[in-house]
């Protein structure tokens, strides 16, 4: 619809599989429960994707807020047809890619009119169902992060152009995040091994 084109992309492995295999890191496991937080169908059956950009947001500003223990560096992407560089940390990619292959989320391939691609993500049906049994912690840590700092309702997370920020509907508040802000400092990076879940993970992009 509208000049675009859709292809969906959905989580490889079995249930048995995933519940078998499965060893999530604390970084894992909480970017689920991000992911799943914003993506759980509504009370009507509706199905919501959390489109790359603002949960790129999201996991910049977990990184900022102490959530994610993950290095990040500035990387030059596409934003609204614009090229820019954001705060992108290729560690969080990573766990991302696994959890993809460990069957757990979901990928939606968007082509616009302008043929500049975007993805969007939600929890699968096995994601879902393992969150609900993590640890209380992971939950709560996500929820303080999202959660509006006036009113304590969920917020959505907006990217412009030049700008990335939640926005409260309930109270209309809104919170900058540094998505955009690109130090001029050098900036500290520790040497990057990727991890495997145990599932045929190869670190390759699903």
Known sequence: P????????KARSTPESVHM???LTQEQRRLLI???TYTAPRDDGSQVWLKDLPLRALMYDGIVKKVFDWDYSPTSVFVHGIRRFINISQEGE??????REAGLVDKLRITAT?????????????GAAVV?????EDRKTI????????????REVRVTSSEAFYFCKDCESTEHIGLFNIEDVAYVARPYLP???GVGSTGGES
Do not use: T
């Open 34 to 36: 991000l992911i799943h």
């Open 114 to 126: 302008e043929h500049v691609p975007s993805k969007a993500y939600r929890s699968s049906v096995e």
């Open 132 to 136: 609900a049994d993590f640890p209380e």
């Open 143 to 154: 929820i303080d992060l999202i959660s509006c700092l006036r009113c304590e309702s969920a």
């Open 195 to 197: 991890r495997v879940l």
């Open 94 to 99: 990573h766990d991302l890619i696994e959890l």
């Open 21 to 23: 295999d499965l060893q």
């Open 2 to 9: 509208g000049g675009q084109w859709v292809k969906l992309e």
